[in-house]
């Protein structure tokens, strides 16, 4: 359990201990975020829940040990009638393995019935880039111009905006940067996931958009606080980034799909329409596999598809 909440009724007293020690694990040990500690415990207590319906009493780490595949199905189909979709359940069901694999290491039980049931298939959606035209906008203080915020604001949101599309960064990523993070040299060094560091170079374009930003800002930046603050003088929340982001579909007419993350594909998008090599837009990325990076390769296949039929006069 994380700390200051009262023990559930479905937590046995030694699988809730269990699970404090494996959250401690992760977060100490392998570095996951507060986020992610918090969608594993409440997929971890989402399965324990439903055992103790199903199996009539908060269980055991014994009697986790004894479930069979067919309890594991039953909290899937479960989970399903509550039109949990198929990337949720694979996450929740990863989250599950991730416990059960701890309690095997640390000699509490091995729950095989996790490991025997087979992961739910999920179909293949492509990421959806801007063309570079409206990518470029997104990251123009002036797209954002007469909407009664203020001047400095509009250049913060277009420096954040301009990372994403420009560096290739996670809105994490880029709300991550501290004021040191940004001087004179012509590279970031970036906190990744799993607190993996990365260089990627800084554009002269986005140079000045981060320039003008601090130019503008009203509140002073300690070299050790974050970079990028909101009204108050505060650590910038992601929720705002995507707030200016949906302004920005209004005022240049894009679709829904033009969100924050869409920069990031963009960015790879265009690398490699451009002549990019894939190795080298993995690295930039931060992904760890480079079957991660492929789907880009997709994406410009589609891309150019898509272009034939437009103008080909036998397509």
């Given amino acids: 359990m994380m700390p200051n909440q009262k023990p559930l009724e479905y937590v046995a007293p030694k699988v809730a201990a269990e699970?404090?020690?494996?959250?401690?694990?992760?977060?100490?040990?392998?570095?996951?975020?507060?986020?992610?500690?918090?969608?594993?415990?409440?997929?971890?207590?989402?399965?324990?829940?439903?055992?103790a319906g199903h199996l009539g009493g908060a269980p055991s780490l014994k009697e986790l040990a004894a479930l069979t595949p067919a309890d594991v199905r039953a909290f899937l189909a479960a989970r399903r009638a509550d039109a949990i979709g198929s990337r949720s359940l694979m996450r929740s069901l990863a989250g599950l393995r991730a416990f059960a694999r701890f309690l095997e290491k640390n000699g509490k039980g091995k729950i095989g019935a996790l490991a025997a049931v087979r992961t739910p298939k999920i179909g293949k959606t492509l990421p959806r880039p801007l063309a570079a035209d409206a990518a470029k906008g997104m990251a123009d203080p002036d797209s954002a111009a007469g909407d009664g915020?203020?001047?400095?604001?509009?250049?913060r949101d277009a420096a954040v905006l301009g990372l994403l599309y420009g560096c290739g960064l996670r809105i994490?990523?880029?709300?991550?940067?501290?004021?040191?993070?940004?001087?004179?040299?012509?590279?970031?060094?970036?906190?990744?996931?799993?607190?993996?560091?990365?260089?990627?170079?800084?554009?002269?374009?986005?140079?000045?958009?981060?320039?003008?930003?601090?130019?503008?800002?009203?509140?002073?930046?300690?070299?050790?606080?974050?970079l990028f603050v909101g009204a108050k003088g505060r650590p910038l929340s992601p929720r705002l980034i995507q707030l200016a982001m949906a302004r920005l579909r209004g005022a240049l007419g894009l679709p829904e799909t033009a969100t924050p993350h869409a920069l990031r594909h963009s960015f790879a998008t265009h690398l490699l329409a451009r002549g990019g090599d894939l190795r080298s837009i993995q690295e930039l990325l931060g992904h760890a596999s480079l079957s991660t990076t492929q789907i880009y390769t997709a994406v410009d296949a589609e891309r150019l598809i898509q272009a034939y039929r437009a103008a080909h006069p036998r397509a």
């Fill in 149 to 155: 915020r203020e001047p400095w604001i509009h250049a």
């Fill in 172 to 226: 994490s990523e880029a709300l991550g940067l501290k004021r040191a993070d940004f001087g004179a040299r012509d590279v970031l060094t970036v906190i990744g996931k799993g607190r993996k560091q990365r260089m990627v170079p800084l554009l002269p374009q986005v140079q000045k958009l981060m320039a003008d930003y601090i130019a503008l800002c009203p509140f002073d930046l300690p070299e050790a606080g974050p």
């Fill in 19 to 51: 699970i404090e020690a494996w959250l401690h694990y992760l977060g100490a040990e392998r570095r996951m975020s507060p986020k992610t500690l918090e969608a594993y415990r409440r997929d971890v207590l989402q399965f324990l829940g439903f055992l």
